[in-house]
């Protein structure tokens, strides 16, 4: 079994700063790459940032250049997103993707439950 678990999501006023988390625990023989996603009401669920294995950021949407930073501390497993100048449009549940090679199984992506973001005034 393998679990994410998502945290630092909550409600914060245009311009602020959050910093999401992604761990992931279980059965875990390697993590490849890690991404963070989002999806607002009303649209699909879009790639934010994604980071390979050699910790290296290897996508960042243009909406959020400038502004978030995908990171991943391989000691630990966990993957993060700082998150400053925040937007309106910035709301929405962000949710991390890890691809996962199990200790028994295939290699394959995994998702977090979800974490709201809201930024508002």
């Known amino acids: 079994q393998v679990q994410l678990v998502e945290s630092g999501g909550g409600l914060v006023q245009p311009g602020g700063s959050l910093r999401l988390s992604c761990a992931a625990s279980g059965s875990i023989l390697s993590i490849y790459t890690m991404g963070w996603y989002r999806q607002a009401p009303g649209k699909q669920r879009e790639l934010v940032a994604r980071?390979?294995?050699?910790?290296?950021?290897?996508y960042v949407a243009d909406s959020v250049k400038e502004r978030f930073t995908i990171s991943r501390d391989n000691t630990k497993n966990t993957m993060y997103l700082q998150m400053s100048g925040l937007k309106p449009e910035d709301t929405a549940v962000y949710y991390c993707?890890?691809?996962?090679?199990?200790?028994?199984?295939?290699?394959?992506?995994?998702w977090g439950q979800g974490t709201q973001v809201t930024v508002s005034s």
């Open positions: 993707n890890v691809e996962v090679l199990p200790i028994s199984g295939f290699r394959r992506g995994f």
């Open positions: 980071i390979g294995d050699s910790a290296s950021a290897n």
